[in-house]
């Protein structure tokens, strides 16, 4: 009983001579639980049934009940163990357990690495909501805009995604988007230059493999895609493959599996996809017009990869690591290429700055906690981060590659957040613009965000 074996039973028996001790194993022999969810009592009996039938080891048992208690949706878990009937070692769990309460989750935040042409200052506001139709569906809502120092709007950027849970394994996702980009940092004409894009996305994911610490999963999906161009509102031919009615439809498929998972000190999240091309989303002049460009959305096709390593160094310092990278076999539409920028991590750069059919990119950061005390911390990041980018066309191949280092000042106070810190690019003599007139451009990057 001192181990953990509470209902097991030692027997001293006095025959056959010289005797000997039975040991009758007590188990588990019926499970109960209960819940206002029904979903989740569901869901938690599926994962608590292989106690049925098993010893009844207390220390195990917590175990069990300590997985349950990190599913998400799970409140407060309360229960008894009694015997079953006049058996001592028969044992009945019964457990009641209530649903955490799901709120709505968000950030907002203004930072100055926006777009070029549409301004240097970023304000984004995210908001979640998971359980919102029913459990372990979720809710994202997107929403960004960027303007410049006049201050003049530049874009628009709204996006909705719902997962709806097909079953425990199963889940589909479906997300909409659509952006407005005006040229606010040009002059005379082409100031009135803008672009809208329309995009929607139908994905089905499945896990493959959960255990305590690691998680995969694979994915499949289909996207499609409108490109507009405007000149004081009027159609103009800017959009590449457009032709002369300035619009373009198109869309690809994209597949791949997901890992994350953690060991001690290391956590990692990663995927590897593939993008093909779909020809059909195209009209026939359209078809026409990217052939002269030597895209074949038929023939467009990419592998590529992405992976994140946080490494807990010790209490007070991490190390982020960060790689990402395509491989185009063919030459692709602008909605399947590869951009580098603020938007997959090199901080000190605009959100995308340069893009190909194909490229690499790599960023480090070494998160040093210098100050703590009660809700307030202060850290001192080092960063440096470099990408390239790499397009065949006519057998002409067009290269480029861009990086950025500095350091930031990080201090927390609650919900909120605010990054200062140095930053300066490099290999960025083919990519001279009026970024480099901004407060970026002369080394200085600030980010606000506020936490609910």
């Known amino acids: 009983m001192r181990d953990g074996y509470v209902n097991s039973r030692v027997f001293t028996l006095a025959t056959p001579s010289p005797g000997a001790l039975e040991v009758v194993e007590g188990r588990i022999a019926e499970l109960r639980i209960k819940s206002p969810d029904l979903g989740l009592q569901k869901e938690i009996k599926k994962r608590l049934n292989s106690l049925i039938g098993s010893v009844l080891h207390l220390p195990s048992l917590e175990k069990a009940l300590v997985n349950v208690r990190s599913m998400p949706g799970v409140g407060q878990i309360t229960g008894n163990l009694g015997r079953l009937g006049s058996d001592a070692t028969q044992a009945k769990l019964s457990l009641t357990v209530d649903p955490a309460p799901t709120p709505w989750l968000g950030e907002v935040s203004i930072r100055n690495d926006g777009n070029i042409g549409t301004g240097e200052w970023r304000s984004i506001a995210t908001v979640m909501k998971n359980n919102l139709v029913k459990r372990n569906d979720n809710f994202l809502a997107y929403f960004e805009m960027n303007s410049d120092s006049d201050p003049e709007l530049g874009a628009t950027i709204t996006s909705t995604s719902y997962t709806w849970p097909l079953s425990d394994n199963w889940r589909l996702i479906g997300s909409f988007g659509h952006s407005r980009r005006q040229l606010v940092e040009a002059s005379d004409d082409a100031h009135e230059i803008s672009f809208r894009q329309l995009q929607a996305m139908g994905q089905v994911e499945t ?143 605009p959100g995308s700055l340069i893009s190909g059919d194909s490229g690499w990119v790599g960023v480090s950061e070494l998160i040093m906690t210098a100050w703590r005390k009660d809700d307030q911390a202060l850290q001192i990041v080092p960063f440096i981060g470099m990408g390239g980018v790499r397009t065949d066309f006519n057998d002409i191949v067009f290269e480029d590659t861009i990086g950025s280092g500095g350091i930031l000042t990080r201090y927390y106070k609650g919900s909120w957040m605010l990054e200062l810190g140095w930053v300066n690019s490099f290999e960025s003599a083919d990519n001279q613009g009026i970024w480099q007139e901004w407060l970026l451009g002369d080394g200085l990057y600030a980010h606000l965000k506020y936490r609910f």
């Open 207 to 349: 896990t493959l493999y959960r255990s305590t610490n690691q998680l995969w999963s694979a994915f499949a999906g289909i996207s499609g895609n409108r490109n507009d161009s405007y000149l004081a509102g009027d159609s103009i031919p800017l959009v590449l493959g457009g032709g002369p009615d300035g619009w373009l439809r198109s869309g690809y498929l994209r597949g791949g599996i997901n890992f994350s998972g953690s060991i001690k000190d290391l956590a990692w999240n990663s995927n590897i996809y593939g993008l093909q091309g779909i020809a059909g989303f195209s009209t026939e002049s359209q078809l026409k017009e990217l052939a002269w460009f030597g895209i074949n959305p038929g023939e467009a096709r990419a592998i590529g990869g992405l992976a994140n390593l946080h490494w807990s160094l010790s209490p007070n310092v991490m190390l982020k690591l960060r790689g990402a990278g395509q491989w185009a076999f063919n030459h692709l539409p602008s909605d399947m290429g590869f951009s580098i920028g603020s938007d997959v991590g090199l901080r000190g750069l």
